[in-house]
T-cell receptor, first 113, second 112 residues
Framework: NAGVTQTPKFQVLKTGQSMTLQCAQD?????MYWYRQDPGMGLRLIYYSASEGTTDKGEVPNGYNVSRLNKREFSLRLESAAPSQTSVYFCASTHAGPDQPQHFGDGTRLSIL | RKEVEQDPGPFNVPEGATVAFNCTYSNSASQSFFWYRQDCRKEPKLLMSVYSSGNEDGRFTAQLNRASQYISLLIRDSKLSDSATYLC?????????????WGLGTSLAVNP
């Protein structure tokens, strides 16, 4: 059971570079989420997709874009990376809606120099 | 007042001890409550949902107190492997939007 798979696990970027974080789930879940976790800040929602074909902003969407490619995949893109985006990024999924147990990927540790 | 508050700890307890954490929430209309566990540099994992009547899973007991707006987690007979950060999660409603609010976590260290 793979569950939620994130790639890459680690990445170092220079300021201004772009990259896409990939997330895929094999649990046939409808809803998917992108979070960032920073020391002293807890988990903060960046974007979410309640169902295939829909995306919505979360608490901290600035500097990010997302694509719900299909039911399985939800990607997060940094168009022009900034040092403030150095963080650990987690993708999660739920069967339907945010008030159900969330299943997380292993995380992507992103450093922007 | 923060939407979800937890005592950050750390709680240092010996093996075999009983330890309890509380988590307070500000939105009286909240309906869903969870405890997650997060090991250092790992992803959060669901420990248990919290039901209105309280629920138990082995050594773990979760309680909900709606009147005082807090949930609790009790761990009995602590094991070294229980050392982790415990995250409280509460849903909130803002208009038609539902979202989960994550606490910052309570750190537990179980010592031999």
């Amino acid at each position: 059971n793979a569950g939620v798979t994130q790639t890459p696990k680690f990445q170092v970027l220079k300021t201004g570079q772009s990259m896409t974080l990939q997330c895929a789930q094999d649990m046939n879940h409808n809803s998917m989420y992108w979070y960032r976790q920073d020391p002293g800040m807890g988990l903060r929602l960046i974007y979410y997709s309640a169902s295939e074909g829909t995306t919505d902003k979360g608490e901290v969407p600035n500097g990010y874009n997302v694509s719900r490619l299909n039911k399985r995949e939800f990607s997060l893109r940094l168009e022009s990376a900034a040092p403030s985006q150095t963080s650990v990024y987690f993708c999660a999924s739920t069967h339907a809606g945010p008030d159900q147990p969330q299943h997380f990927g292993d995380g992507t540790r992103l450093s922007i120099l | 007042r923060k939407e979800v508050e937890q005592d950050p700890g750390p709680f240092n307890v010996p093996e075999g001890a009983t330890v309890a954490f509380n988590c307070t929430y500000s939105n009286s209309a909240s309906q869903s409550f969870f405890w997650y566990r997060q090991d250092c540099r790992k992803e959060p994992k669901l420990l248990m949902s919290v039901y209105s009547s309280g629920n138990e899973d082995g050594r773990f007991t979760a309680q909900l107190n709606r009147a005082s707006q807090y949930i609790s987690l009790l761990i009995r007979d602590s094991k070294l492997s229980d050392s982790a950060t415990y995250l409280c999660v509460v849903n909130t409603h803002a208009g038609n939007n539902r979202k989960l609010i994550w606490g910052l976590g309570t750190s537990l260290a179980v010592n031999p």
